[in-house]
């Protein structure tokens, strides 16, 4: 899992209810899907209440990865979480 688990795991700005909806969470560069992980737990980042976390698996030859997911959001600025 690696770098990407690293960067993706921790301090998102969401709603804690629909955080555990979340069926797969995506490591993003560039506009383009890096990883794919499995969330199977979600806690609150220790430094920022507001925050949340989480612990999962990588998701092995997912169908997401290496698609370009440019077109369907504005990554410019904001909050980086998006739900589809």
């Not at 709603?15 to 737990?41: G, H």
Request: glycine share 8%.
């Amino acid at each position: 899992m690696g770098n990407f688990y690293l960067a993706a795991k921790e301090a998102w700005r969401v709603n804690e209810n629909r955080a555990k909806e979340v069926d797969y969470v995506c490591a993003v560069y560039q506009n383009i899907i890096c990883k794919t992980f499995r969330p199977t737990k979600w806690y609150r980042f220790p430094e920022n209440g507001n925050r949340w976390g989480f612990d999962g698996d990588s998701v092995n030859h997912s169908i997401y990865d290496n698609k370009d997911v440019g077109h369907l959001v504005n990554w410019v600025g904001g909050n980086p979480v998006r739900f589809f």
